[in-house]
T-cell receptor, first 114, second 109 residues
Framework: DSGVTQTPKHLITATGQRVTLRCSPRSGDLSVYWYQQSLDQGLQFLIQYYNGEERAKGNILERFSAQQFPDLHSELNLSSLELGDSALYFCASSEGTSSFTEQFFGPGTRLTVL | QKEVEQDPGPLSVPEGAIVSLNCTYSNSAFQYFMWYRQYSRKGPELLMY????GNKEDGRFTAQVDKSSKYISLFIRDSQPSDSATYLCAMSGRNQFYFGTGTSLTVIP
């Protein structure tokens, strides 16, 4: 158990809908990272927040947005969902601002878009 | 061209074998090189990371980085059935972070 929690575990929704994925980092970690893992693209970095502020951006679509709240939990919002958005979404956390090397991953949220 | 290329396998070896996993990359800005292990239906867990070129050893695992060739490797000695998992390489630099697609490894008892 990494100490990172994600909810929900599974999510099934329809095209065009909007969903919110939630992540709670390990105690003491200030950075949160979001990743998408699909069979054809592998694990892709989406975005990083550090202490409430966006720190780094990867291949995040404009239909996706994220934020980190004062209690350090983070939410990833996915809107206008398409079939291709079906994937595993992972959250990771680390203590520092640029700790790509020491991230701890949560168990993931499996999103299915029908 | 993808930033990071990794042979997806699958790779199947007998218990006790030496396993070699590799990745190539194109971005010379990468400075940190990592290997993650991912069991089925779980999040990735960090195995090791190295900074710049060189070797790093941790128990049965050895990571090698050759920046001149843009090539990294992970060696697993005395492989065990519990090593059966997907292994992902990852690289970071200038606030960007890329994973390989992962190599599926099965160690047969």
């Amino acid at each position: 158990d990494s100490g990172v929690t994600q909810t929900p575990k599974h999510l099934i929704t329809a095209t065009g809908q909007r969903v919110t994925l939630r992540c709670s980092p390990r105690s003491g970690d200030l950075s949160v990272y979001w990743y998408q893992q699909s069979l054809d693209q592998g694990l892709q970095f989406l975005i990083q927040y550090y202490n409430g502020e966006e720190r780094a951006k990867g291949n995040i679509l404009e239909r996706f947005s994220a934020q980190q709240f004062p209690d350090l939990h983070s939410e990833l919002n996915l809107s206008s969902l398409e079939l291709g958005d079906s994937a595993l979404y992972f959250c990771a956390s680390s203590e520092g601002t640029s700790s790509f090397t020491e991230q701890f991953f949560g168990p993931g949220t499996r999103l299915t878009v029908l | 061209q993808k930033e990071v290329e990794q042979d997806p396998g699958p790779l199947s070896v007998p218990e006790g074998a030496i396993v070699s996993l590799n990745c190539t990359y194109s971005n010379s800005a990468f400075q940190y090189f990592m290997w993650y292990r991912q069991y089925s239906r779980k999040g990735p867990e960090l195995l090791m990371y190295t900074y710049s070129s060189g070797n790093k050893e941790d128990g049965r695992f050895t990571a090698q980085v050759d920046k001149s060739s843009k090539y990294i490797s992970l060696f697993i000695r005395d492989s065990q059935p519990s090593d059966s998992a997907t292994y992902l390489c990852a690289m970071s630099g200038r606030n960007q972070f890329y994973f390989g697609t992962g190599t599926s490894l099965t160690v047969i008892p």
